[in-house]
């Protein structure tokens, strides 16, 4: 493994899944000013053109910062030079994925495990593939299952699974996979959150808040588990309940604007 693709990997190989409860505001699809620090460094990168790992480091802070066009135009520099670098590939993806554009995302982990069929890229590909109700997810989730990588990996195919199936309309199915999710990684909030909503897409809302607020007293800090009970008291046409699980939610995340919208709604 080259300089690059180690230089990926410490930059985050982290899977991670989000659910699909909340959209993104306009507010939040808007480019984020660039931080002085990122000035700085595409200052650098313009001194050191040639300094791949630089230039990497550039391309996940324009990423992290949401502007996406980019940052993909360094991932592009980059694989210009080292086309059959997984990493980079892998990486690319991930900008397409957070960018809102999956079809490229896919395009981008196929390329990727054409080079080296990472446990990794698979759970990416196979969580889009999840979220687009392709059965190509679950093949995916069987094919790593098969590879016994352990609790960790059979959590997140649990989890993924139960994304396809609640997509497709099968809550037995969904609840039982992020059960098993659950049974594999209690801590794993996303499934937790995710059995939620498939209550609360049935609108079984006492159900859904009853997971919620066991969300919450798994990890009392996650702003979610309460953002998603208020949601449920205001279905519920619990006013009161519902605006203090929307103030509980933001104090924890600043930057949950829904929260914030919904305070400003249900306080008029």
Same mark, same amino acid.
């Given at each position: 493994?080259?300089?690059?693709? &180690? ?5 985050? %190989? ?17 480019? +984020?000013?660039?931080?002085? $620090? /990122? /000035?700085? *460094? ?8 040639? #300094?791949?790992?630089? &230039? ?7 990423? #992290? #910062? ?8 360094? *991932?592009?520099?980059?694989?210009? @030079?080292? #086309? ?22 896919? &395009? ?11 446990? $990794? ?11 687009? @109700? ?13 590879? +016994?990588?352990? @609790? ?8 993924? $699974?139960? /994304?396809?199936?609640? &997509?497709?309309?099968?809550?037995? @199915? ?24 498939? !209550?609360?897409?049935?609108?079984? !809302? ?7 607020? %066991? ?6 800090? =996650?702003?979610?588990? =309460? =953002? =998603?009970?208020?949601?449920?008291? $205001?279905? *519920? ?22 929260? +914030? ?8």
């Amino acid at each position: 493994m080259n300089t690059v693709s &180690r230089a990926v990997l410490a930059a985050g %190989f982290a899977i991670l899944f989000s659910c699909t409860g909340k959209e993104k505001t306009a507010e939040e699809q808007k480019e +984020k000013p660039l931080a002085p $620090e /990122v /000035v700085s *460094m595409i200052k650098l990168v313009k001194q050191h053109p040639d #300094s791949a790992g630089l &230039r990497l480091r550039l391309a996940v802070a324009l990423d #992290s #910062s949401a502007h996406y066009g980019e940052a993909l135009a360094q *991932m592009d520099s980059l694989i210009s @030079r080292d #086309s059959l670098n997984y990493g980079l590939w892998y990486s690319k993806a991930q900008v397409w994925e957070h960018s809102g554009d999956t079809s490229s995302a896919i &395009r981008d982990y196929e390329r990727a495990l054409r080079i080296y069929p990472a446990p $990794e890229a698979q759970l990416s590909l196979a969580n889009l593939f999840a979220e687009r @109700r392709d059965v190509k997810a679950i093949n995916i989730c069987e094919n790593l299952n098969r590879l +016994k990588l352990g @609790r960790e990996y059979d959590a997140h195919c649990a989890f993924i $699974e139960g /994304v396809y199936y609640a &997509r497709t309309g099968d809550t037995t @199915r969904a609840i039982q996979q992020l059960d098993k999710c659950i049974a594999n990684n209690y801590t794993y909030m996303e499934a937790h959150i995710e059995k939620g909503l498939v !209550y609360f897409d049935h609108k079984d !809302y006492n159900k859904a808040l009853e997971v919620f607020r %066991f969300a919450s007293s798994v990890n009392t800090l =996650y702003a979610d588990a =309460y =953002y =998603y009970q208020a949601r449920a008291y $205001e279905m *519920m046409n619990k006013k009161d309940s519902a605006l203090l699980r929307f103030k509980q939610a933001l104090s924890l995340d600043k930057n949950l604007t829904q929260a +914030k919208e919904k305070i400003q709604q249900l306080q008029k």
